[in-house]
């Protein structure tokens, strides 16, 4: 069961692919998780803070970023780009890139192994919430050498790091299918959940999963929402969910969890909050995600924060 979301309809490119879009977004996601791996200095320097002091901007975390810039527009120059360190670029194709260098930089910085490198490609309008929908896009796990993508229609997948173009050959060795829990019961519901930066915003986080915790089997923070929707599709979790992302925090895994099986959704069942973003995500099997959805948002329908 997919969603797409109002206003992100639209075509792709003459001649560009699905399959030819997913073994971009492997080969590039691979590469920067190699380049944070390989290449972290035994000191890390924090090059600054952004929404509060215990939100951090590591020197890898641009760099990254820069790497990625520059395999993108050199594979794909008409097509925009959009991350999370600020570095936009406008396109002309119809085609962004939604691109986190460090998803779990504060892990990073700790050398805590649950971190990611996430690289989505979408249709729409990346910046607008519920006007875009991801067509491919991988999750790269530097620490496991893991990395997990799909394209719209194709399956969602596991590879090991060394198999980068298997987006079009599901025959090459070391592929597995994805798939998300059968669970549909919410006491018995393993639920992953994240923190914003905002200390008044950790402080209503903590309230709501005061009301959550007694409804569920328990509670898991990982510091990756990329990992964590990774989780809700490989079934090592039953349910997600998490107010305060960013395109870039959900566009790869989001699709991720579609192609396994599951559903993504937002704070409303219909409207412009439908589709999973700031005010609420979502992911689990189909018989589980309102149930979920319903613990976190309010009678009149808005997240409960």
Known sequence: ??????????????????????????????????????????????????????????????????????????????????????????????LTWVIDPIDGTVNYLYEVPAYAVSVAVVLGDARAQGGWVPVAGAVADPCLRLVHHAGRGTGAWTSPEGAEGVGDRRDAPGPDRLSVSAEDRLARTLLATGFGYDPEVRARQAEVLLRVLPQVRDIRRIGSAALDLVRVAEGSVDAYAETGLNAWDLAAGWLVVEEAGGVVVGAEEHGPLSAPGKALTVAAGPALVEQVRSLFVTPSGGASD
């Open 1 to 94: 069961m997919a969603t797409t979301p109002a206003g992100a309809e639209g075509a792709l490119p003459q001649g560009v692919t699905v399959a030819g879009l997913e073994d971009l977004c492997i080969r590039f996601a691979t590469e920067a998780a190699r380049f944070i791996r390989d290449e972290r200095p035994e000191r890390m320097g924090v090059a600054a803070t952004k929404s509060s002091e215990t939100d951090v901007v590591t020197v890898m975390d641009r760099r990254s970023e820069e790497l990625l810039h520059r395999l993108i527009q050199a594979a794909r120059p008409d097509d925009g780009i959009l991350g999370e360190e600020g570095a936009d670029v406008a396109g002309t194709s119809g």
